[in-house]
């Protein structure tokens, strides 16, 4: 790692790995928004998660890994099918099939809020008259803080900042918690600060479930449809560690001028349903829930494959042509 002394402060400066993180996250982040979109026939391509030229996903990918021949070269645990011959192979023209594969779901809604838990403060050490950086927390008075060993997040001071905290509901033997994520946006009049404002979400715990996802050959996509089976047994440790990488993607996104994800789904709110870019809009709340459910699901993506195979199922409905 290699950091930088700021006064008493210290800065990392993985600056490319910051931007890779958030390139990998951003496609699921799309997808889940394309979704809201009535006959979206755009796909997203994910060119690190293998295959031959990447995985190519049309809609939600709703926390799956795609096996098969198709799917990520090292979850290909298919028994022998007409792909496992290389000739075979070559000569299928068109080919469509549907594997059972276990994702995750969970339950989000936002809301804008008069007040926020979240507050704004010098970074010790730095220069009072020329403040290029902050730092903001927040007290989770009446629940528990959710993010796991993060006192404080240190960004640039810009006008236009987007912040970002998550509490959970006390620990109850006999209950489920719930998770309260916030979003504050802050600036001058005109900026994040009024565009937009405070945002409450509640997040429900994260769940395994089985989706049908269908591989075509012709667009070479994979789409998913709603899941067919539910766990009732809850992980919660799934979504604490996503929000603590979802704590630092937004934080991530930070520069001097803007916030990425923020400046994401304002762009995406202007261009495809034509909403104000400087105005709160409650379609607005529905891309942010998108923007969280996308980057939630897809951080813990690796994690759903160690922590359980419920009620895994690989049930192939095969359709080949050739």
Not at 203 to 227: D, G, H, N, R
Request: charged letters at 10%; hydrophobic letters at 40%; aromatic letters at 10%.
């Amino acid at each position: 790692m290699s950091w930088k002394p700021v006064a008493v402060t210290l800065v990392n400066s993985l600056i490319n790995l910051h931007r890779l993180r958030l390139m990998i996250l951003y496609p699921p982040f799309y997808l889940q928004i394309l979704s809201l979109i009535s006959n979206n026939t755009q796909s997203l391509s994910f060119s690190q998660l293998g295959g031959k030229s990447g995985l190519h996903f049309l809609g939600p990918i709703r926390g799956v890994l795609p096996i098969g021949p198709n799917g990520v070269p090292a979850f290909d645990t298919l028994g022998p099918s007409p792909f496992s011959n290389n000739e075979t192979a070559a000569g299928i023209i068109s080919y469509n099939y549907t594997l059972e594969h276990q994702g995750l779901t969970s339950g989000i809604s936002c809301s804008y809020a008069d007040q926020s838990p979240i507050r704004f403060s010098r970074v010790p050490g730095v220069n009072a008259s020329t403040p290029w950086l902050v730092q903001y927390n927040a007290s989770c008075d009446g629940a528990a803080d959710a993010l796991t060993n993060i006192t404080t997040l240190i960004v640039p001071n810009a006008n236009n900042t987007l912040a970002f905290w998550a509490c959970k509901s006390p620990p109850a033997a006999s209950e489920t918690p719930t998770y309260f994520i916030y979003l504050r946006g802050r600036g001058i009049p005109g900026s994040y600060q009024d565009s937009i404002g405070n945002i409450t979400c509640t997040v429900s715990p994260i769940l395994p479930a089985i989706y049908p996802v269908t591989y075509q050959s012709l667009p070479q996509i994979f789409s998913t449809v709603e899941s067919i089976t539910n766990s009732t047994q809850v992980y919660p440790r799934l979504i604490e560690y996503a929000l603590v990488g979802l704590a630092g993607v937004i934080s991530e996104a930070q520069n001097r001028q803007a916030n990425l994800v923020a400046e994401s789904v304002i762009t995406f709110g202007v261009k495809s349903f034509g909403l104000p870019p400087d105005q709160k809009n409650p379609k607005y709340l529905e891309l942010y829930q998108s923007m969280i459910q996308g980057i939630l699901e897809y951080e813990v993506r690796p994690l759903n494959s160690f922590y359980t195979r419920f009620f895994l199922r690989c049930f192939c409905r095969p359709l080949i042509l050739g």
